[in-house]
């Protein structure tokens, strides 16, 4: 069975970074499409970026581009998410999540087969 575990949040100041990691057991992690998603409180969950299998090609949403960097290293079975420039609204539970059909990029979260149980990160002023 395959399973996500996402570590790397926390509690951090505005203007500060973190990089979010996602480990991948139970499968193959070159053969996914791997994908970032978030949720704050009382918000549906919204694309944040995602990375081909072969960490050739990159995507983000719109308003985080520029800031988040996603990549992945196959050999470790495992993605990261860096954010940079951390603002207060960025506040959110950071779900990774894998994607097995199609070469394309997508932003549907439906879009996904697998996910992780998320990764809290806290900004504040």
């Known amino acids: 069975q395959v399973q996500l575990v996402e570590s790397g949040g926390g509690a951090v100041q505005a203007g500060n970074s973190l990089t979010l990691s996602c480990t991948v057991s139970?499968?193959?992690?070159?053969?996914?499409?791997m994908g970032w998603f978030r949720q704050a409180p009382g918000r549906q969950r919204e694309y944040v970026a995602s990375?081909?299998?072969?960490?050739?090609?990159?995507h983000y949403g719109e308003p985080l581009k520029g800031r988040f960097t996603i990549s992945r290293d196959n050999d470790k079975n495992t993605v990261y998410l860096r954010l940079n420039s951390l603002r207060l609204e960025d506040t959110a539970v950071y779900y990774c999540?894998?994607?097995?059909?199609?070469?394309?990029?997508?932003?549907?979260?439906?879009?996904?087969?697998?996910w992780g149980q998320g990764t809290q990160v806290t900004v504040s002023s």
């Open positions: 999540a894998a994607k097995i059909a199609g070469s394309e990029f997508t932003v549907a979260r439906s879009d996904y087969d697998y």
């Open positions: 139970g499968g193959t992690l070159s053969t996914y499409i």
């Open positions: 990375v081909s299998r072969n960490n050739e090609s990159t």
